[in-house]
């Protein structure tokens, strides 16, 4: 198959994929076919199927960017903290719900490759060693003063995975979370944060 032509000055071709992939699993969810993301992004299916040759192809590429991108920020969150444990905590966790919520497509996607017994050992893989890198950060930052990693991994992992199952919901997640952000007081709480100021 011919490379498609690329155009001076266009967006890189794979991202526009990526990120249509992004806006149509967020409309169709899993069931999105390869056929709407090529219309979605404005190129034929035969230039989509040059870059990503099956949609099995596009999701691991997808997990992956989105994993990737998860781990940069959570650790630039962590560096930005310079030590402060309360603001590594925060920093880290904000930086997790700002990735989830700019990749809002891949969240129910990524809970059905999870739950799913098809080839997705990559995206577990990922998503296992990118807890382990999170819950690093937080024994680093001072959590081990308080609980074991054990404890720690398991509180995380409860959070990182709540908070994709809300965004996978969408509009719906009202009806179980409500309009409250509950995230941040849990997150205070487990792991011993002082109120910051004017709060």
Sequence with gaps: MARPKK????????????????????????????????????????????YFPSKQALMDILFDRVATL??????????????????????????????????????????????????????????????????GLAMSAGAHSYHSRETVHAVITHIFMGEMTRLALGSKAERYWGAENAVMPLIEEFFKLKPERGH
């Design 70 to 135: 998860l781990a940069i920020r959570s650790q630039e969150a962590f560096r930005l903290a310079d030590g402060n444990y309360a603001a590594a905590i925060r920093g880290v966790t904000l930086a997790i719900r700002q990735v989830e919520e700019e990749q809002i497509g891949t969240a129910n996607v990524m809970l059905q490759a999870l739950l799913s017994e098809d080839s997705h050992d990559a995206l577990k893989q990922q998503l296992q060693q990118l807890l382990d890198l999170i819950t």
């Design 7 to 50: 155009i001076a000055g266009a967006p890189d071709t794979r991202e526009l994929i990526l990120n249509a992939a992004c806006e149509e699993f967020a409309v169709t969810g899993a069931s999105a076919r390869l056929e709407d993301i090529a219309a979605r992004c404005g190129i034929r299916s035969a230039s989509l199927m040059y």
